[in-house]
């Protein structure tokens, strides 16, 4: 049995819309319970930033940014 794995639902801008803890393979069995684009997403990995919704997926470093507050 794999264990659970996180990943994030990008829109076509790249910005996190949610989060889900599922393994990959249960996400490939049930697309249409995971449509559009997922990314994997890590938690306490150095060098990587764990998603939450509202951060922007950079594809060239496979990492995730918080969005900005503006003022």
Do not use: C
């Not at 949610?18 to 994997?40: C, D, K, L, S």
């Amino acid at each position: 049995m794999s264990l659970p794995q996180y990943f994030a639902q990008i829109d076509e801008t790249n910005v996190v819309l949610q989060i889900a803890v599922v393994t990959h393979e249960f996400m490939a069995a049930n697309p249409e319970r995971y449509p559009g684009e997922w990314v994997e997403t890590f938690i306490n990995v150095p060098n990587k930033t764990y998603a939450g919704i509202g951060y922007t997926y950079n594809p060239e470093t496979q990492d995730f940014t918080e969005p900005t507050i503006e003022q």
